[in-house]
């Protein structure tokens, strides 16, 4: 949620006063920002395209030479007739609009090709006063127009570059999930599939709701990336039909993904039957949250496949042992190999004292394999091994060998899931 913005607009009239030019093509985003300067108290003018700002800018100086028409101009960088940087140069070449403040909105995520459009010297150029992050976050912008606006306030923004976002490529094993992407617009695919591939997942695709009902009727997934607008059959359509034919328990996780930002719009997807909500352009910090979010909800359902991965090897567990290094894989890999490499070993001495009657020897060994697979989160593993411990401890081994069976094959099991993270 967003956080409480630090300031009552109402208490300042430099922020009362002023006129604000939102220049953004895609409608949705217009509103969401007209809605929260007007919440503001300050005064919103809206214009879909950059050849439309720059007619607006030039007729109302030509019509009040000696007075600024608005107080700050927010552009969108990417618009289809003339990007951001380009507009705010034709801004520049009017008459008396050389000091008029100039915010530009930035993608979190642009590709390589695209960084030059917003380099420093270039936006230096053109002298705009500040960039914030798009999607919009409403503290963010707030700041920005506050530094702009209000004498003796926090400085804007000027220049901040958008956060470069670090893909963790072992998320994917952390976290293993089977990912449907539903998503019918080429260019949002390819960014999609790549987001996810930088974080260690291989997404299936589908282009439209027909097309995601007859994948998950050939196989099932664990998470559905839906977007909610497509041809033949929307996202909450197909929503509501996974919804009437599957049982609650083995159902996918659909996390929908669109470009309106309005409360209503995402109080309709989970109306539909979604469990979260995206919207677009995707943010690498929210989607990967959406991710965990949708391992921890699965895992409460009792979903076969995580419950099987779950008590067998506990990917939190895994999670914390890479932490310790900051996400190296060395010392997870010698763990893991140490431990491969001694079991087997440890297995033999219960096997062992089972057949010599030596029921001391059957504790020691039980307790160091219970101890060594608990550490690498294999709590089924270790919880067997406990019951054998507590057998040699009695000193009777009556259904020993059995339970020496039981952990041969818990370790069974557990071998591959571990051998993943070498």
């Not at 000027?158 to 994917?172: H, N, R, S």
Request: hydrophobic share 45%.
């Amino acid at each position: 949620a967003e956080a409480a913005l630090p300031l009552e607009p109402a208490s300042l009239p430099e922020l009362r006063s002023s006129r604000v030019l939102v220049v953004e093509d895609n409608a949705s985003h217009r509103r969401s920002i007209v809605q929260l300067l007007k919440a503001w108290g300050l005064t919103p003018f809206e214009v879909g395209s950059a050849s439309g700002a720059l007619a607006l800018i030039r007729d109302s100086y030509g019509a009040s030479p000696t007075c600024s028409p608005f107080s700050v101009v927010i552009l969108d960088l990417f618009m289809p007739d003339l990007s951001g940087v380009a507009l705010a140069g034709e801004i520049r070449q009017i008459e008396h609009a050389q000091e008029l403040p100039l915010v530009l909105m930035v993608p979190l995520f642009v590709h390589d090709c695209e960084r030059e459009l917003y380099a420093e010297d270039t936006l230096r150029r053109v002298s705009i006063s500040a960039t914030v992050n798009k999607p919009i976050k409403a503290s963010q912008l707030y700041d920005t127009l506050l530094g702009i606006l209000v004498k003796d306030a926090r400085p804007a923004g000027v220049l901040e570059k958008p956060a470069m976002k670090k893909f963790d490529p072992t998320m994917g094993q952390r976290y293993p999930l089977r990912i449907l992407l539903a998503e019918d617009n080429a260019t949002n695919q390819k960014l999609a599939l790549r987001m996810l591939e930088l974080l260690g997942y291989r997404a299936d695709l589908a282009a439209n709701g027909v097309e995601v009902l007859q994948a998950i009727r050939r196989q099932p997934y664990e998470v559905i990336l839906m977007d909610v607008q497509m041809p033949e059959m929307d996202g909450l359509e197909a929503t509501g039909i996974i919804a009437s034919e599957t049982p609650p328990g083995d159902r996918p996780y659909i996390i929908a993904m669109t470009a309106n930002a309005m409360n209503e719009d995402r109080e309709a997807c989970l109306a539909a039957g979604m469990d979260d909500y995206l919207s677009k352009p995707i943010r690498v910090d929210e989607i990967i949250s959406a991710l965990k979010k949708s391992w921890q909800a699965r895992s409460s359902r009792g979903m076969n496949i995580v419950h099987q991965i779950q008590t067998t090897l506990d990917p939190e567990t895994i999670n914390r042992l890479l932490e310790i290094e900051a996400g190296d894989k060395t010392f997870l890999a010698g763990l893991i190999q140490t431990f491969l490499a001694d079991a087997p070993n440890l297995i033999q001495q219960m096997q062992g004292a089972v057949r010599l009657g030596d029921a001391q020897a059957l504790a020691r060994a039980a307790h160091s394999l219970k101890s060594g697979s608990a550490s690498l989160g294999g709590y089924r593993l270790s919880s067997c091994c406990q019951e054998l411990e507590g057998i040699g401890k009695s000193g009777h081994l009556e259904g020993a060998g059995e339970k020496v069976a039981e952990v041969e094959a818990e370790l069974s099991a557990l071998q591959p899931l571990l051998q993943t993270y070498l």
